[in-house]
């Protein structure tokens, strides 16, 4: 018999929910079996709900069981799962399942698919034709082309990432940098670990045309340290694309250098803030810079960088391999390409789903979500973090699409959007802001240092019933000073949670009766 | 299980040195430090800020800011728990009033055995697994009450 080939997803997600142990049941079971068989480790394809999400190389192409148990092993070799033959678990072709076949996977195009350590396997899906065009285009008509893509910061403030390369670019220096943020702390998003995990090789590319398009021969990449897997999948892909001089000195024989170093946080939330990110890194107290300067102009060790998230930086060799136009063809108004929305907490179909900008939210949380995963009724849904707007059903119209939200009063942030049913205390969740917000600040400005924890004995106060009207009145008070006076977006944007709470369900604060 | 080195100066300053040649290296030390005892040891702080010329209240500073750093030694191991919003809306506060009160601890305390080490972590990620938790550096998803008792007492058994 040939040998068998399996694919297993070794993300973080999957392993947290069994993976490493179904491919060691597979391996006793084959070997007592007298089978030889590769097993390949990719990352996750994103459909959480069906993981641990085994697939095997079939004459027909791949076939997937899930989700599979280490009790589901036998049977399913007994079945002739190897030959992709009926079971219970079989999904058949993965990209054949709604959930993948309705999505636009260009970030996302090669993650779950490839072996995510295999240099060859990535350039045969694709792989550095960005940056092997980055490198014939030169600096400036990169940065062109990345501008005219109309990408903006996938990191939350969708900021155009063409414009900040240019500014980094056109700075005057001997040394710049590029930084990678992926101390991607929001809830509910993990766009960011999956490529790290499963196709780290693409924002390698990325920032290696980041450093083309700049100037710039140095890159750090700040991972969060609750990633712990993001971490081991990048330092070796690094250490391989070194090898391979895709990284290091004179690069694919361009005669440029560029080189990579992954610096782990330590636990600080506010460290995901670009300037806080800039001090950690340099080995402070991560706290906020006031700007300008401009970390274009002066950034790490006040050289010039560029900042960018992992999903921005990710996106752009498929821009670079396929053109501007291509990717500004997908999306909504002023929001152009791709989104991976990151469905999660309390969904039936819990995952990534990249797509353009443009979906309603009732389209994401009910048609692609599938509603609760409790099959309650769902209440409310939170979009972009901790520090995102809590939508109430009546606003499920709204697009996904920076503007739109933003109009909404919440923002896109991130891309996570957590779906809660009809048990959530909404005060508990208000509440839940400003304590979040206490225990990260920085401390550095007044109104997010204090603000925080005088929000919180707020709404303490409004649940007791303590004269709540007029607290409640203060609480608004508070966030408006919160909001416009704080240095950076966690005292700024901690009032999006907290007053959208307040505004759409005010009973749960009993400022109005609850519906029987 | 992770077990770690008992605090020596020599072994301080071997990790120190090691970690002290690259661009701001406080973050990285600190790390390394706390790799290899458990915790950054008090005795530490002075040497690193010797290594990097920084003032003593430098590095407390940094110390003290970062929710990761501890200044004493963790219990044989170490349950995070996430609170962050996704994992609340799939019974995560229910489920840590669980932990608590089988563990009798309250977050960042440990055992009275000085088995287990509880502490809060804001988001592992693993938001479409929720609940989730990281035990001595493996992750969890999807826990319940039966499923995180049962790694509590792997843990006390340990």
């Known amino acids: 018999m040939s040998r068998a080939k399996l694919y297993i997803p070794r993300d973080a997600g999957a392993l947290g929910l069994g993976s490493a142990d179904v491919e060691e049941a597979l391996i006793v079971e084959l070997k007592q079996r007298g089978i030889d068989a590769d097993f390949i480790h990719v990352g996750s394809r994103g459909l959480y709900w069906l993981e641990p999400m085994i697939e095997v190389a079939t004459a027909e192409g791949r076939i997937a069981y899930g989700p599979v148990r280490v009790g589901d092993v036998k049977h399913l070799l007994d079945a002739g799962m190897l030959d992709g033959k009926p079971h219970r678990l079989r999904l058949g072709r993965p990209e054949e399942l709604p959930f993948l076949k309705r999505q636009s996977r260009l970030t996302f195009a090669r993650c779950g698919i490839i072996d995510r350590l295999s240099l060859d396997d990535y350039r045969a899906h694709g792989g550095w034709s960005g940056l092997e065009q980055a490198l014939s285009l030169g600096p400036a008509a990169t940065v062109e082309r990345v501008t005219k893509s109309g990408l903006r910061g996938r990191g939350g403030a969708g900021f155009p990432t063409g414009i900040k390369w240019n500014t980094t670019r056109l700075a005057p220096g001997e040394r710049k940098y590029v930084v990678c943020n992926a101390d991607e702390g929001d809830s509910g998003t993990y766009a960011d670990r999956m490529i790290m995990e499963g196709d780290p090789y693409t924002l390698i590319e990325g920032m290696a045309i980041a450093g083309v398009a700049v100037g710039a021969t140095k890159g750090f990449i700040y991972i969060r340290s609750e990633y712990p897997h993001s971490i081991h999948v990048l330092t070796r892909a690094i250490a391989r694309a070194r090898k391979a001089n895709i990284l290091g000195v004179n690069i694919l024989g361009s005669r440029r250098d560029f080189d990579l170093e992954i610096r782990e946080g330590a636990g600080a939330y506010v460290c995901g803030e670009e300037t806080a990110m800039l001090d950690s890194l340099e080995g402070k107290r991560g706290q906020v810079r006031a700007k300008p300067p401009l970390p274009a102009h002066s950034g790490l060790f006040a050289k010039p960088t560029v900042i960018n998230n992992v999903i921005s930086l990710a996106s752009v060799p498929w821009i670079l391999a396929n053109g501007a136009e291509a990717y500004a063809a997908f999306g909504l108004g002023r929001s152009r390409g791709t989104m991976p929305i990151q469905l999660a907490g309390n969904v039936k179909y819990r995952g990534l789903f990249e797509t353009g900008f443009g979906l309603t939210l009732a389209e994401i949380v009910d048609d692609i979500g599938g509603g609760t995963a409790s099959g309650r009724p769902v209440r409310a849904v939170q979009v972009g973090g901790p520090l995102g707007a809590y939508f109430p059903r009546r606003l499920f119209t709204t697009p996904f699409d920076i503007e739109a939200f933003t109009a909404q009063g919440g923002l896109v942030g991130h891309g996570g959007v957590v779906v809660f049913d009809d048990t959530v205390d909404m005060a508990q969740m208000a509440r839940f802001a400003m304590e979040f917000c206490a225990i990260e600040s920085c401390g550095k400005c007044t109104p997010c240092r204090i603000g925080s924890v005088r929000g919180a004995e707020t709404i303490d106060k409004i649940v007791r019933g303590e004269r709540r009207e007029a607290n409640a009145a203060l609480l608004a008070e508070l966030c408006d000073t919160m909001k416009f006076g704080s240095l950076c977006a966690l005292g700024g944007f901690v009032p999006y949670p907290v007053m959208s709470a307040l505004t759409h369900f005010p009973e749960d604060f009993g400022l109005v009766a609850k519906a029987a | ?158």
């Open chain 2, 1 to 158: 299980m992770t077990e770690f080195e008992e605090w020596s100066v020599a072994r301080g300053a071997a990790i120190i040195a090691d970690a002290a040649k690259q661009d701001g290296a406080c973050i990285p030390i600190l790390h390394a430090l706390q790799r290899g005892f458990g915790y950054v040891p008090q005795e530490a702080v002075p040497m690193v800020a010797e290594a990097l010329n920084l003032t003593r209240a430098e590095v407390h500073g940094v110390v003290t800011f970062y929710h990761d750093f501890r200044r004493e030694p963790p219990g044989r191991h170490v349950v995070k728990l996430c609170r962050a919003e996704a994992c609340q809306s799939m019974g995560g506060v229910a489920l840590h009033k669980h932990a608590q009160e089988k563990l009798r601890v309250g977050w960042g305390e440990t055992t009275t055995d000085g088995r287990v080490t509880l502490e809060p972590v804001y988001c592992l990620g693993l938001c479409a697994c929720a609940p989730s938790a990281m035990v001595d550096g493996k992750v969890y998803g999807g826990l319940d009450e039966a499923k995180l008792g049962k790694l509590i007492d792997q843990m006390r058994a340990a």
